[in-house]
């Protein structure tokens, strides 16, 4: 059974950084594309960026790109979205998600998804 688990939101101020984290298990993802995902309240889920899990090619979204940087370690079986510069529209709860093949942005295509951890930016 495939899990996405994410961890590492939290309060933070405007201009601070935090680390998000997406442990994956329950199959290989050699293959895979793990994307970030983010929702603010009232308003539509949308793509943050993503990684390939083989060959770590990253793409991000433009509101994104410059301070914030997606890796993974394949030992841990473990995504990462580095946000830096954050600021109060960054303020969501952040899901990892993942499908076979390339990174995309559409939601609907991803086949996993994990909790989603709350990550909010005060001013």
């Known amino acids: 059974q495939v899990q996405l688990v994410e961890s590492g939101g939290g309060l933070v101020q405007a201009g601070g950084s935090l680390r998000l984290s997406c442990a994956a298990s329950g199959r290989s993802f050699s293959g895979y594309a793990m994307g970030w995902f983010r929702q603010a309240p009232g308003k539509e889920r949308e793509f943050v960026g993503g990684i390939r899990w083989s060959g770590g090619g990253t793409y991000y979204v433009d509101s994104v790109e410059g301070r914030s940087t997606i890796s993974r370690d394949i030992a841990k079986n473990t995504v990462y979205l580095q946000m830096n510069s954050l600021k109060p529209e960054d303020t969501a709860v952040y899901y990892c998600?993942?499908?076979?093949?390339?990174?995309?942005?559409?939601?609907?295509?991803?086949?996993?998804w994990g909790q989603g951890t709350l990550v909010t930016v005060s001013s």
């Open positions: 998600a993942a499908r076979a093949g390339t990174v995309v942005g559409a939601a609907s295509t991803y086949a996993y």
